[in-house]
């Protein structure tokens, strides 16, 4: 099992700044892929970035460019530095794990709101 703990979210102007955090615990050895997904009200989850164990990144085309992921493996921690918001970036925002054997672990989940 892997446990997924989100920090980091908050309200923010259009433009600004933030920085997710993902603290994991548990198997953590088991973990290959790790990535932020976003949610907006009525809308279905998307991917937002993902990062392998290879350091590969992938990124939503919306946030290429304003958005950096990245993993530090000795804090077991997931990071998502998001510039330039904007108020479509607006969500929940989840941690996900995926480990070898491909079972899917989430976070709760922390809002993110851009907004004048």
């Known amino acids: 099992q892997v446990q997924l703990v989100e920090s980091g979210g908050g309200l923010v102007q259009p433009g600004g700044s933030l920085r997710l955090s993902c603290a994991a615990s548990g198997s953590i050895f088991s973990i290959n892929v790790m990535g932020w997904y976003r949610q907006a009200p009525g809308k279905q989850r998307e991917l937002v970035a993902a990062i392998s164990s290879s350091i590969s990144t992938t990124y939503a085309d919306s946030v290429k460019g304003r958005f950096a992921i990245h993993r530090d493996s000795a804090k077991n921690t997931l990071y998502l530095q998001m510039n330039s918001l904007k108020p479509e970036d607006t969500a929940v925002y989840y941690c996900?794990?995926?480990?070898?054997?491909?079972?899917?672990?989430w976070g709760q989940g922390t809002q993110v709101t851009v907004s004048s």
């Open positions: 996900h794990a995926r480990s070898a054997s491909m079972s899917n672990y």
